[in-house]
Antibody, heavy 120, light 106 residues
Framework: QVTLKESGPVLVKPTETLTLTCTVF??????????VSWIRQPPGKALEWLAN???????SYSPSLRTRLTISKDTSKNQVVLTMTNMDPADTATYYC????????????WGQGTMVTVSS | DIQMTQSPSTLSASIGDRVTITCRAS??????LAWYQQKTGKAPELLIY???RLASGVPSRFSGSGSGTEFTLTISSLQPSDFATYFC????????FGQGTKVEIK
C-alpha cells in the first residue's frame, strides 16, 4: 500500500528555518520517473505547490519561493526533505507531500499533512 | 506562471442535482489538468487527470472535459459524500491550483 507521512515541528519562530520530512511507503524514490511534491495550504485558503524532486534527482521550485526552498531526498531512508528559510507568520499552513508517477502526472497519493504555525 | 481561476467560489445544491464547476487557465494547459476533492480536515484526493480521465476508484458520476484554457468538472447526480471543496490544478507548466469551489447543501 502506497502511503506518505509528513513530519516536522508544529511551531517555529519568525526568521527560523523549517525542516519537513516526507517518509514514503510502498514505492521507491529511485525507480522509474517517480517524484514527490510538497504543497501547502494556509487555513481556509487554496493549495500552493512548493517544490518537487524526481528519481533522477531533477527538481523544481515555485518561482515565488525559490530563494527560500531546498528539496533533497535520501533513498536509503525513503525520505524527501524540504527546508524553508526565513519563516514568517504568513507561512502558517498545513504542509502536504504527494506522489507523482512522472513529471507530467498529477499528485495521485497525498500524505495526511502536518500543520505548522509560525509565531513568536 | 499559469493562473487558474475557478467559478463559482461557492455552489449550493441539493442531492441529485447536476453540478458543474469551471476552471480557466491564463494560458494553455493543453490537457494537463487535474481535479481534486478535499473534505474538511483531510488531504485532497485525485478525481480526474488529463482533463477527462477518471482516477482509480472514483465514481462514474464524476466527469471532466476541456482542453487548452477552459475546463469543467461535472457531477451528474450529487450524493451526500460529494459535499466538499474542489480544486483544479494545471501541470503543463509548473504546478498551480485554482482557488477552490465549495459545494454546500442547499
Amino acid at each position: 500500500q502506497v502511503t506518505l507521512k509528513e513530519s516536522g515541528p508544529v511551531l517555529v519562530k519568525p526568521t527560523e528555518t523549517l525542516t519537513l520530512t516526507c517518509t514514503v511507503f510502498g514505492f521507491s524514490l529511485n525507480k522509474g520517473r517517480m517524484g514527490v511534491s510538497w504543497i501547502r495550504q494556509p487555513p481556509g485558503k487554496a493549495l500552493e505547490w512548493l517544490a518537487n524532486i524526481f528519481s533522477k534527482d531533477e527538481y523544481s521550485y515555485s518561482p515565488s519561493l525559490r530563494t527560500r526552498l531546498t528539496i533533497s531526498k535520501d533513498t536509503s531512508k525513503n525520505q524527501v526533505v524540504l527546508t524553508m528559510t526565513n519563516m514568517d507568520p504568513a507561512d502558517t499552513a498545513t504542509y502536504y507531500c504527494a506522489r507523482m508517477n512522472d513529471i507530467l502526472d498529477p499528485f495521485d497519493i497525498w500524505g495526511q499533512g502536518t500543520m505548522v504555525t509560525v509565531s513568536s | 506562471d499559469i493562473q487558474m481561476t475557478q467559478s463559482p467560489s461557492t455552489l449550493s445544491a441539493s442531492i441529485g442535482d447536476r453540478v458543474t464547476i469551471t476552471c480557466r487557465a491564463s494560458q494553455s494547459a493543453d490537457r494537463w489538468l487535474a481535479w481534486y476533492q478535499q473534505k474538511t480536515g483531510k488531504a485532497p484526493e485525485l478525481l480526474i487527470y488529463e482533463a477527462s480521465r477518471l482516477a482509480s476508484g472514483v465514481p462514474s458520476r464524476f466527469s471532466g472535459s476541456g482542453s487548452g484554457t477552459e475546463f469543467t468538472l461535472t457531477i451528474s447526480s450529487l450524493q451526500p459524500s460529494d459535499f466538499a471543496t474542489y480544486f483544479c490544478q494545471q501541470y503543463n507548466n509548473y504546478w498551480t491550483f485554482g482557488q477552490g469551489t465549495k459545494v454546500e447543501i442547499k
